[in-house]
């Protein structure tokens, strides 16, 4: 076997070796998940996009909630989006909500409801990276192509000493280069599940367990003792702090919402009448300038939510205060255009931000 010169591997390493304890460590260890246990590629694709930047904890009720609700593509691909966004609600990132919905329908107009079988074509789907496309050929089809993921690239640079940025270009090629030549051609599936897994729940990002590992003899890391150093990865992430201000405007028990549009994370979701600022306000009159939402603060009633909120998504951080704005029965009330009144039981039941839920919950209207 080539193995580059950056990797410290010992000169008796052999890839049938490693895929073999890697194998039996599996056979013996591997928690049994639901989407571990078929090889239909939808319940595959469903699971992997659900467990994208998701704890298998957090994820496993919502893969069942879509299965029952939707148990085949054709039924997700006949969805309307609104009810496929309310089933996600809570997992965050909704544009794969989005793309999962709409990658169904083109799996059913374009391929009869037929899945590709090889990552390159299923990486042309929307909302398919190379990992996904991977994960789903192997597991579905027997494809000898790698699935790497965050666990997988952690355990490849601990073993094999690869030091290279795993976020830049050059450091993706070096691991794909080893990931090629150690999956197994015999059982690609087992091989990539167990890869992830043992990356899961044994080489863990933080004081893993070397002694019982089963790579100890050859682990670069554990002979350096470079766990907490490795893998690299250079790029720092920004955080942009937000400060949203939200008002909840009541009339007859019913609140005014409007749907997310354009280019927006939260795009098709529902939420309240937002006013952003600079920095941090203290009463609704430091946002007074804007001339809709001055009309409501001298016709309503003003009352501020105690607590103030924290949404921390990957690139920012959501500073949130709301404050109710409650009108009579007979007041005339001109809303900011695109937002209407909905009842209760039509909040319920609409798509939401997780923080516009936990809101409204906590102040006891749903």
Known sequence: MHISENYMVPDHFQVIDFNKK?????????????WRQTNDPYKIWLSEIILQQTRVAQGTPYYEKFLLNYPTVFDLANADERDVLRLWQGLG???????????????????????????VQLSKLKGLGHYTAAAIASFAFGEAV???????????????????DMLS???????????????????PATYNQAMIEFGAIQCVPVSPDCKICPFNDICYAFEFKMQSQLPVKIKKLTVRHRF????????NDELAMQERLGKDIWKGLYDFYLMESPGPVSTPDDLDDEPALRVLLQK????????????????QRLNVRFWWIDFQSGDTIDLPPGMAFYTKEQIEILPKPILIDTLLKEENYL
């Not at 989005?98 to 990552?119: D, L, Y």
């Not at 790698?146 to 290279?164: E, H, K, L, W």
């Not at 949203?244 to 009339?251: M, V």
Request: charged share 25%.
């Open 22 to 34: 890697l194998k039996s460590w599996y056979l013996k260890n591997h928690r049994p998940l639901l």
């Open 93 to 119: 990132y909704y544009s794969r909500a989005r793309n999962m919905h709409f990658t169904a329908r083109q799996i059913v107009s374009e391929f009869e409801g037929k899945f590709p079988k090889t990552a």
């Open 146 to 164: 790698a699935a790497i993921d965050g666990n997988v690239y952690r355990v490849m640079s601990r073993i094999f000493g690869i030091q290279s």
């Open 169 to 187: 270009n050059d450091g993706k090629k070096e691991f794909a280069a080893l990931a090629k030549e150690l999956v197994s051609q015999d059982d």
């Open 244 to 251: 949203l201000n939200y008002f909840l405007i009541r009339k």
């Open 300 to 315: 309503g009633r003003i009352s501020e939510v105690a607590r103030l909120y924290s949404h921390i998504l990957t690139h």
